[in-house]
């Protein structure tokens, strides 16, 4: 039927984000991104954390509460057992290098991800960036960007015309479609919020109506 759900999770404490992956397990989930942004805990609470019973992808985006500790919360997020690294493609080397070292030395996969927070840049743009992400060492390519008008989803949609891992999610009300019909065409997996109100970027559907409408199109 397609890809995979990823569902994204920004949890404040360390109680919620037991919780949260603990319902998605029981719910059959198989992968949740785990967003460090904000999450109080200690390096070793992150550890423990990450030996969840389904995959976790491991980021930490700049500007939150514990940006200043992002290299060493990934780190122990990583050696907990999270089977993705995801990193902006904007990272320093100097920052990004130890970081895939010890991903690579532990068996993990590279996210390398671009977010346009602006709008949906021309299709050549986009090439260019998905190319970016590659040569930084992504092992699967993430490309966000706001979705300003309908046809915008279009040229997020071709850039899984591509034989490598790519995944693509347009934010706003406008790019909900693209997130439903890329693991149709052949991305890996596509992010949803765990319920309505719980979104962590602009667009996102809630897992469960999502999945309704994959099983559903999966079907047609």
Known sequence: MGGDICVSLR????????AALAALAAEGLRLAELRLDDLAASPAEVRALCGAPLALVATCRPGGAASGRRAELLEAALAGGAAFLDLELETPPSERAPLVALARGLGRKLIVSSHDHAGTPPAAELARRREACFEAGADVAKLACLVRAPLDNLRLLALLDDPRPVVVAGMGPLGRVSRVLAPLLGAPFTYASAAPG????????????????????GRA
């Open 11 to 18: 949890p404040p404490t360390l109680a919620a984000a037991r």
């Open 198 to 217: 719980q979104e962590t970027a602009p667009g996102q559907l809630d897992h469960r109506a999502l999945r309704r409408l994959l099983e559903e199109l």
